[in-house]
């Protein structure tokens, strides 16, 4: 241990922050040799063609610095799949980047955009990443509540919060936690409350590629909001690859030139063998289109088993999470209940009241169904015994 023996004046830039709630979970699940359906990242594994492309580039030599901006080819794909899914032209030359994960992303846009002062309206329960990168950037997160079981956007209560000060609206769909999806009315409200400002929009859609029960996913990039818009990617949530860390924004030019100038400080390039990888990967559509259905299969099973129990649900709309909601089982607190269920009963998730930033407690978790069967038939019979 080092000692401090000298007292510094060391004054946290977030003082209130303290360790994420699904390493906190995921510790406590191998602790307690539990099911760990807490942290969103699948069990099972990646395409084999997938891998033998990695080690291809590798054997191939393709292991220096990437562009710093992300490999052209692989760009260029990523606007020709933009333009046939949102029937939007970007150019992969100047509105493309390929970024360390959606959450590099989502904090270099931040960064570039958000100046001391600025408000940017935030929809709890929110992603953790969204309201510390925000006062990283000396902005002022404005919360805006959703409300279960529907967790519909209360766009009146929007308007309200609409200042000279709103610089940005966050905007998460499929949502995570909540498994909801934004429609048509959604992207009307947004043109409505950003018509004749400065308001930008950072929408965040790394679960694109897991829509279920044949709706559409309502991508900002295919709206006339794509102007004004920042859309972030991800390949892990896609790719079953999260551990990899490769996502990719996309933003008009006049943003993207803000973004670029913090990402080149901030991570300069990406994986540069995974990238060449997923370029060719990604040549087959159906590498990437098949996994809405993967992933509706993987719910419906989930939630097929989970009927017998005393938990109530509304089936995801999108995501691999699922909320369930105990209040015919306990009167605890979400957090209590959860730590309840891990070191009781076996199984870890996620209290929902810690994406508020008012500690909304209604009672509900949150599990990830991004496991084999196996995990979920285990996982379901612990559960049903509650």
Not at 10 to 20: A, M, V
Not at 54 to 76: D, T
Not at 188 to 216: P, W
């Amino acid at each position: 241990m080092i000692a401090n023996t000298t007292q510094f004046d060391l004054r946290s830039k977030l003082p209130n922050i303290k360790e994420s709630i699904f390493s906190v979970m995921s510790q406590h699940a191998r602790a307690n040799n539990a099911i760990n359906l807490s942290q969103g990242f699948p069990n099972f594994p990646c395409s084999d063609q997938l891998i033998a492309l990695v080690n291809k580039y590798m054997q191939e030599g393709y292991n220096q610095y990437a562009p710093a901006y992300g490999v052209m080819e692989l760009r260029e794909t990523l606007a020709q799949k933009v333009n046939k899914q949102y029937g939007i032209e970007v150019k992969p030359e100047s509105e493309i980047t390929v970024t360390a994960g959606a959450t590099q992303a989502i904090f270099t846009a931040i960064l570039g955009l958000i100046r001391e002062g600025d408000e940017v309206i935030v929809f709890d329960p929110a992603y953790d990443s969204y309201v510390p990168s925000i006062k990283m950037a000396g902005g002022m997160p404005i919360h805006v509540s959703l409300k279960g079981p529907d967790y519909k956007i209360p766009w009146d209560e929007v308007k309200k919060k609409i200042s000279f000060k709103t610089k940005m609206i966050i905007l998460n769909t499929p949502h995570n936690p909540c498994g909801t999806c934004i429609d048509e009315d959604d992207i009307e409200q947004l043109k409505i409350i950003t018509s004749g400002n400065n308001i930008l929009i950072l929408s965040d859609e790394v679960y694109e590629h897991a829509i279920f029960d044949d709706n559409k996913h309502y991508s900002l990039l295919g709206s006339d909001l794509a102007e004004r818009n920042i859309s972030v990617f991800s390949f892990g949530k896609v790719l079953h690859t999260t551990g990899w860390k490769i996502g990719y924004c996309v933003a008009p030019n006049y943003l993207m030139k803000e973004i670029r100038k913090v990402h080149q400080f901030n991570v300069f390039s990406v994986n540069t063998p995974m990238q060449y990888a997923i370029n060719e990967f990604y040549k087959n559509e159906g590498n990437y289109s098949s996994v809405s259905n993967f992933y509706e299969q993987k719910r419906d099973f989930f939630l097929n088993l989970m009927k017998e129990s005393r938990f109530s649900f509304v089936p995801s709309a999108g995501t691999y999470f699922q909320l369930m909601n105990y209040s015919d089982i306990s009167k605890q607190s979400d957090v209590d209940f959860a730590l309840k269920l891990v070191q009781e009963h076996g199984v870890a998730s996620i209290p929902v009241s810690v994406f508020y930033n008012d500690k909304t407690d209604e009672k509900v978790l949150r599990f990830c169904f991004a496991k084999t069967d196996e995990t979920l038939e285990k996982a379901a019979e612990k559960l049903c015994k509650i």
